[in-house]
C-alpha cells in the first residue's frame, strides 16, 4: 500500500536560514510520481514541482531544491535564505502509475513559520 | 493563465441540508479530481472523472454523489450533510498524459452546523 510520511508536523525558523521538510515515501509500483505543494494560510494549494521515478536528477528552482533518492525513498525539500512569505504548510504526495495523473496520496504536511 | 474554478468559495448549511459543490477545470483538462481537507488534516482523495466517467473512487462517502458534464465541469453533490462533513473541498484538473500535473482550484469551504 501507497504511504507518505512526514515526520515533522511543525518547523520553526529565523528569516534567511535554511530549512529542509522531510519527505518519505512507500510504493509498490515501479512506476510513480512525486510532488510537493504548499499551502499558505489563504487555504489554496500551489504546485511547487513534480519528479517522476525514473528521475533522481536533484532540482533547484531560485532559493527551492529538491533531493530525490530513491535508495532511502525520500524526497526532500530545501529552501534556502527562508523568508516570511514561506510560512505555509507543505504537503509531500505520491501518485502512483504511468502519466502522474492519478489520484495524490498526501503526507499530513508540514507546518512552516519563518519569523522574521 | 487560467485556473481551476470552484464555486461557491464559502458555504453554510444546517445538518441534514444538502449542498452542491462546482468545479470549472482548466481549459482542455479532461480529468477532474475532488478531495476533502478536514481542518488540521491533509487532503483525502474523493472521486475522480476523466472524459465524463467516473475513473477512481477514494474515501466519499454514500451519501455524497459526483458527476463531470459534457463541458468537462464537475458538480459534487452533498446530501443529509453531518457536522463532520465541514471542511475544505477542493478540485483539481489535470491532462491524461505523461508528466501531467494536478492543479488545485481555490476550494470551497463548507461549514455546517
Known amino acids: 500500500a501507497q504511504k507518505v510520511t512526514q515526520a515533522q508536523t511543525e518547523i520553526s525558523v529565523v528569516e534567511k536560514e535554511d530549512v529542509t521538510l522531510d519527505c518519505v515515501y512507500e510504493?509498490?509500483?515501479?512506476?510513480?510520481?512525486l510532488f510537493w505543494y504548499k499551502q499558505p494560510p489563504s487555504g489554496e494549494l500551489v504546485f511547487l514541482i513534480r519528479r517522476n521515478s525514473f528521475d533522481e536528477q536533484n532540482e533547484i528552482s531560485g532559493r527551492y531544491s529538491w533531493n530525490f533518492q530513491k535508495s532511502t525513498s525520500s524526497f526532500n525539500f530545501t529552501i534556502t535564505a527562508s523568508q516570511v512569505v514561506d510560512s505555509a504548510v507543505y504537503f509531500c504526495?505520491?501518485?502512483?502509475?504511468?502519466?502522474?495523473?492519478?489520484?495524490?496520496?498526501f503526507g499530513t504536511g508540514t507546518r512552516l513559520t519563518v519569523i522574521p | 493563465a487560467a485556473g481551476v474554478i470552484q464555486s461557491p468559495r464559502h458555504l453554510i448549511k444546517e445538518k441534514r441540508e444538502t449542498a452542491t459543490l462546482k468545479c470549472y477545470p482548466i481549459?482542455?483538462?479532461?480529468?477532474v479530481y475532488w478531495y476533502q481537507q478536514g481542518p488540521g488534516q491533509d487532503p483525502q482523495f474523493l472521486i475522480s472523472?476523466?472524459?465524463?466517467?467516473?475513473?477512481d473512487k477514494g474515501s466519499i462517502p454514500d451519501r455524497f454523489s459526483a458527476q463531470q458534464f459534457s463541458d468537462y465541469h464537475s458538480e459534487l453533490n452533498m446530501s443529509s450533510l453531518e457536522l463532520g462533513d465541514s471542511a475544505l473541498y477542493f478540485c483539481?484538473?489535470?491532462?491524461?498524459?505523461?508528466?501531467?500535473?494536478?492543479?488545485f482550484g481555490p476550494g470551497t469551504r463548507l461549514l455546517v452546523l
Open positions: 504526495a505520491l501518485s502512483e502509475g504511468p502519466t502522474g495523473a492519478n489520484n495524490l496520496f
Open positions: 483539481a484538473s489535470s491532462f491524461q498524459g505523461p508528466q501531467e500535473t494536478q492543479y
Open positions: 472523472f476523466y472524459e465524463k466517467m467516473q475513473s
Open positions: 481549459p482542455r483538462h479532461d480529468t
Open positions: 510504493t509498490r509500483d515501479t512506476t510513480y510520481y
